[in-house]
């Protein structure tokens, strides 16, 4: 059995990524509770964090997908590259994106960001950004099961999405140009 196999049918990502969420979701409900609009700036900084934990893997994953689409399906190389995609997925990918948003809402509302232009450019792009998720997701499951039917060079040039809406988001939330 893949180690892969071995991961879902023992839930142990899934396991772990969930008891992770968890802590943060509930570290940061506490701080809410605790301190109030004061915690603003600490639920920020979680929101950030998430989020650079969000984008490590929305930059590396179609980079591995480069490489695993020009590797020999059954090999080796494959085959540890189905554990790589797996695990960052389901250990980073998501619990992260997840938080992102959960925190990102928070900050909006509290901050009362909803009637403001350069929030609703931001959010345009992060549904964009989480679009491309699903995408990288969907294309994760065709990899494990050896039936991807694009090539290496679509990949790179998929690599550059994420990097184009991250440009634009952190420029809109700086900024704020409207
Ligand atoms: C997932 C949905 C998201 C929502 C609803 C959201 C919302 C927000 C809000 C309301 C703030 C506070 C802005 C302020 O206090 O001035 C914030 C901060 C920030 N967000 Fe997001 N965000 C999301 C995702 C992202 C993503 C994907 C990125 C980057 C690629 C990002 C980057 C940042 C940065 C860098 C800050 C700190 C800005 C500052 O302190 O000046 N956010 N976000």
């Known amino acids: 059995m893949s180690d892969v196999a071995k991961d ?3 839930g142990a990502p899934a396991v772990r990524a969930g008891i992770a969420l968890g802590i943060t979701v509930a570290s940061t409900v506490a701080a809410i509770f605790l301190f109030g609009s004061a915690a603003y700036d600490l639920v920020k900084a979680v929101h950030v964090i998430a989020v650079i934990a969000w984008m490590a893997g929305m930059l590396y994953l179609p980079r591995l997908f480069v490489y695993h ?15 790589m995609e797996f695990r960052l997925m ?13 925190l990102g809402l928070w900050l909006a509302w509290e901050a009362g960001f909803f009637s403001s232009g ?36 679509y990949w790179r040039m998929m690599n550059e999405v994420p990097t184009v809406l991250m440009f634009g988001i952190v420029i809109l939330v700086i900024v704020k140009p409207f």
């Open 8 to 10: 879902k049918r023992a």
């Open 69 to 83: 689409a020009d590797s020999k399906p059954g090999s080796e190389q494959s085959e540890t590259f189905k554990v």
């Open 90 to 102: 389901t250990i980073i990918m998501n619990p992260a994106m997840i938080v992102a948003w959960v």
């Open 118 to 153: 350069w929030f609703h450019a931001k959010l345009a792009l992060v549904v964009a950004m989480s679009a491309a998720h699903g995408i990288l997701s969907a294309a994760m499951r065709r990899f494990a099961e050896d039936r991807n039917e694009k090539s290496s060079r």
